[in-house]
């Protein structure tokens, strides 16, 4: 206890009342550093080269866009730090720089949501007890943080792509963030063919998001899809996109995306897609990205060309993957070939496994609606 309380708490006010106006003195120079430093080029700054003006989406305004574009990829850039494990990184990133919330982290990593809950927090940890310097990186140092970077705008995407919850199937402003970044990425690198080929590719699945959906808001399933409702515009451009990326003769995860989506996109209806092609793409998407959900679209792709029984095959074996089991997709893909094959009672048992999961309203409403017609 001071001596004098009253004349302790009134120095104590006064030295707070003084450091509050220093602090608003300072304010108008730091806002204004904070807004030119570092993606502008202030002195200081990283040197990294990261554009003024970025081409913007069809129907979108370039100044405000494009800029806020630039700088959140200086913050994903900044967020994939290569010292934090790569799950973590994209994880901590989709959180703290992209919006996504847990849960929808958790269905992109089709994993249980409190292990993604984990995964940030140990992030987090790292970067306090390691004294990690969370800065903008410098262009030799982009190569190692580059394929953190375009998972994390795929991962955006899918999730605005396909809604894991809510009233609509589309959540179209997590798409049109995803193609913003992308652009911003493809501009900053001009010279790295999967950064062109994850923009032909968000492109080109985009470019069918007006079909997807009937007046009433119910799904529409690819085949039968009004094609003239589609974006040619973008697929146009994508395809460009596309074969200025393989010319580059760098194969990637990303640009087989593009191939696999160009394939829906260039058959003049569903009859004729090529899905032997298809299947090959997948085939060879698996040594980039061997994951079970990659076997599983193959294995549609493969009940499409040779059968629903040779698919139903393949999606039987990966049964026993935990994360499949969490994935709607697999058990409506499953009920879609157990139809086919004539077993109308194990295709209700398969789409009630992906009822019981998360989805959003219009998804929902179509698998009940198929249960229903069995």
Known sequence: MPANPGA????VARHKALDQLRREARRAGKEAAAVTDPLAGAPGASGLPWPDSLPAASGVAANGDSRAAADELGLIFMCCHPALEAAARIALTLRSVCGLDTKAIAAAFMVPEPTVAQ???????KIQQAGIRMRVPGRDELPGRLAAVLRVVYLVYTQGHLATSGPELVRGELCDQAIRLARALATLLPDEPEAAGLLAFLLLTDARRDARVDGAGNLVLLADQDRSRWDRERIAESELLLEAALRAGRPGPYQLHAAIAACH??????????????????????????????EANRAVAVAMSEGPAAGLVILDALGGDPRLTGWPQFHIARGELLTRVGRPADAALAYQAALALGMSAPERAFIERRRAAL
Do not use: F, N, Q
């Not at 302790?8 to 120095?11: K, N, S």
């Not at 995964?119 to 987090?124: D, G, L």
């Open 119 to 125: 995964r940030i927090v140990r992030a987090k940890r």
């Open 8 to 11: 302790w708490l009134a120095g």
């Open 265 to 294: 996109s260039c058959a003049a209806s569903a009859l004729e897609t090529d899905w032997r092609e298809i299947a090959a793409l997948y085939g060879e998407l698996i040594r980039y990205e061997p994951t079970a959900a990659v």
